[in-house]
């Protein structure tokens, strides 16, 4: 009878504690942060787009998510000790490259804004930039049904870094603010 119990409360306890992380994980396509068991959320931060041209227009120009008035996230973490990174998708998402983390672009220490690549065209022949180095694209291992963990190849450089937008499934219509900017989930890495 004791044993009987005992298995009783530990899977009691087990489905206790999936229901409330299924819980947290509330939204699909919006990046969660686990630390601990608990699921904590990534800064979320208005961004306006906007496009910078590179050398007079011959280098072609790069489209921005820029984040004004705030030079760093508040979310932060060590490049060796980074917590579970998780995202839930809906049913039926193909996961493949749907996750892309832009890095910040270096600006002059005395300005006071964050900007995120989001494109880049070339100058004058047109066509799509090679961006891969601002972009850091993670493999999705999936946890449990529609429940995936971020899995990265190589650790963060110290530096600002933003999820771009997905532009898909239920969530999708909320990334556009009030203010019509466009909401992106934020994080910076310590050395």
């Not at 270096?106 to 065209?121: L, P």
């Not at 529609?146 to 530096?159: I, R, W």
Request: aromatic letters at 14%.
């Amino acid at each position: 009878m004791k044993k009987k119990h005992l298995s009783f409360s530990l899977l009691l306890l087990l489905t206790f504690n999936l229901s409330s992380f299924c819980q947290e994980v509330e939204k699909t396509f919006v990046p969660y942060i686990m630390i601990d068991g608990k699921i904590e959320n990534f800064e979320r931060a208005t961004s306006k787009m906007e496009s910078k041209a590179i050398g007079f227009g011959y280098g072609g120009a790069n489209t921005y998510l820029t984040i004004f008035n705030s030079k760093n996230s508040p979310v932060r973490f060590k490049s060796s000790d980074l917590p579970k990174f998780i995202i839930q998708l809906d049913k039926g998402t193909d996961p493949l490259d749907l996750v892309v983390i832009s890095k910040a672009d270096v600006v002059k220490k005395r300005k006071t804004y964050r900007r995120f690549v989001q494109q880049g065209v070339n100058g004058f022949g047109g066509g799509a930039k090679d961006m891969s180095n601002y972009f850091t694209i993670p493999k999705l291992k999936k946890i449990k049904e529609n429940l995936y963990e971020m899995v990265f190849e190589k650790p963060f450089e110290p530096g600002e870094y933003s999820f771009l937008p997905i532009y898909k499934g239920i969530e999708a219509g909320n990334i556009m603010t009030t203010s019509n900017g466009f909401r992106i989930y934020c994080f910076g890495i310590d050395e």
